[in-house]
């Protein structure tokens, strides 16, 4: 036990890191998920089949190998990025992938006649977007965003190839240090259940809202 409390800086400076940069990098794979998801669904080919192939990348390639592109690789192209930076943009350039596939499911879930009936009022076609369709594909899209954002705060343990100090980077310090080898990865296990499991019940939350909304 006492061993455990002089550790605790360590798990509660990882697990900072580790919410800190999930965080980020799921609001930036949402939001560039969104922009994906509204170029797939253009008219305009060559910009489709562009965004095709990057949302293909993105799906197909591990997360530790998009770390290393941008954390070891891109310095020979003058983008030196800090561990903390390089850990954002990487979750967040892997999880848009996934994303703009899910909320293109939702934005064509959409009824036309919705969008129809939004530009007989007058909406611009941007407007109609923003304040027609794209509301009800985030509702119909809730259930696997949520699921999606749980993968991409449990694939942050990879995160420790670019020396980035999060979770399982503690615990590998800590073990190194202590010599212990169960103590420490199970205490990051039961971090990463809370974390999940937080963002789980947060997840029916808003899921029960939107449905009251909807009603």
């Given amino acids: 036990m006492t061993g455990f409390?002089?550790?605790?800086?360590?798990?509660?400076?990882?697990?900072?890191?580790?919410?800190?940069?999930?965080?980020?990098?799921?609001?930036?794979?949402?939001?560039?998920?969104?922009?994906?998801?509204s170029a797939l669904r253009s008219g305009f080919r060559p910009l489709s089949l562009a965004v095709r192939a990057y949302v293909e990348f993105a799906r197909g390639a591990p997360l530790a190998l998009v770390l290393f592109?941008?954390?070891?690789g891109g310095p020979q192209f003058g983008l030196l990025l800090s561990p903390y930076v390089a850990g954002i943009v990487g979750l967040g350039v892997y999880g848009a992938g996934p994303f703009a596939e899910i909320?293109?499911?939702?934005?064509?879930?959409?009824p036309k006649g919705e969008r129809e009936a939004a530009e007989m009022l007058g909406l611009t076609r941007g407007q109609c977007f923003l304040y027609?369709?794209?509301?009800?594909?985030l509702r119909l899209t809730l259930p696997?965003?949520?699921?999606?954002?749980?993968?991409?705060?449990?694939?942050?343990?990879?995160?420790?190839?670019i020396t980035l100090g999060e979770l399982?980077?503690?615990?590998?310090?800590?073990?190194?240090?202590?010599?212990?080898v169960v103590?420490?990865?199970?205490?990051?296990a039961l971090?990463?259940?809370?974390?999940?499991?937080?963002l789980s019940r947060l997840g029916r939350v808003l899921e029960r809202r939107f449905a009251v909304k909807g009603s």
């Fill in 5 to 37: 409390m002089n550790d605790a800086p360590l798990y509660l400076a990882g697990l900072l890191t580790t919410v800190t940069v999930s965080v980020s990098g799921i609001a930036i794979a949402i939001l560039l998920g969104i922009v994906l998801a």
């Fill in 144 to 161: 696997p965003s949520v699921g999606q954002a749980i993968a991409l705060l449990k694939e942050s343990a990879v995160l420790s190839v």
């Fill in 69 to 72: 592109l941008l954390y070891y």
């Fill in 183 to 188: 103590t420490p990865y199970l205490t990051i």
């Fill in 132 to 137: 027609v369709e794209l509301p009800q594909a």
């Fill in 168 to 180: 399982t980077k503690v615990a590998g310090t800590i073990s190194s240090i202590t010599f212990a």
């Fill in 191 to 198: 971090l990463y259940w809370a974390l999940v499991e937080i």
């Fill in 103 to 110: 909320f293109r499911a939702g934005l064509n879930a959409v």
